[in-house]
């Protein structure tokens, strides 16, 4: 079955601090995965997108990274900010299918 | 450019009655995406159009939710009649290629009491 699995579910960090969100998936094939960020009362908003063949992308304090021999992906923030609070979401793009399949997401909370 | 624009932003009706959601999608974008998020969880696709044609529509419950993209730019969800089980955020999307970038608006919250 095609699935995204995010974890931690929820995490809670300092301002300041470094952060790393997990990302498995058994989606196959696919042939790109991204990273949303959606702030709470809002839609998501595009992080991060590589493709099968990319290890590593950043956008500014983000960086995701791409194993796709292992099936796994993270999104690491640094140097966390108030406004980085807000649920990070998995999508893997499932080529077999047509279908865009989005992980339940990890609550951030960074607190002052 | 102007993002994806959905109306209304909230909505509360008491069960048994109707309710519309519309979506218009960013100008040239092809592909339109009506989804359901429920709290502390992931988007759920309901419909993908592209252009007016209705190329997947497995995840709708037909007995009572219905969507139209009549000229292939705007759309219109309606769910009748709702039930407690609707009450969640209604997100529409769209992308300029079907496995492109998705853009979402910023979702119609409804409550059904």
């Known amino acids: 079955k095609n699935q995204v699995e995010q974890s931690p579910q929820s995490l809670i960090i300092l301002e300041g601090k470094n952060c790393t969100l997990q990302?498995?998936?058994?989606?196959?094939?696919?042939?790109?995965l991204r990273w949303y960020k959606q702030d709470t009362g809002r839609g998501p908003v595009s992080l991060t997108i590589?493709?099968?063949?990319?290890n590593t992308k950043s956008n500014g304090r983000y960086t995701a990274t791409l194993d796709a021999d292992t099936k796994q992906s993270s999104l690491h923030i640094t140097a966390s900010q108030l406004s980085d609070s807000a649920s990070y979401i998995c999508v893997v793009f499932h080529t077999g299918g047509f279908k865009t399949i989005f992980g339940a997401g990890t609550r951030l909370f960074v607190k002052a | 450019e102007a993002g994806v624009v959905q109306s209304p932003r909230y909505k509360i009706i008491e069960k048994k009655q109707p309710v519309a959601f519309w979506c218009n999608p960013i100008s040239g974008h092809n592909t339109l995406y009506w989804y359901r998020q429920n709290l502390g969880q992931g988007p759920e696709l309901l419909i993908r159009y592209e252009n007016e044609e209705a190329v997947d529509d497995s995840q709708l419950p037909k007995d009572r939710f219905s969507a139209e993209r009549l000229k292939g730019v705007d759309s219109t969800l309606k769910i009748q009649p709702a039930e407690l089980g609707d009450s969640a955020v209604y997100l529409c999307?769209?992308?300029?290629?079907?496995?492109?970038?998705?853009?979402f608006g910023e979702g119609s919250r409804l409550t059904v009491l």
């Open positions: 590589m493709t099968f063949s990319e």
């Open positions: 999307a769209s992308s300029s290629q079907g496995d492109g970038e998705l853009f």
């Open positions: 990302c498995n998936y058994t989606v196959s094939p696919f042939s790109n």
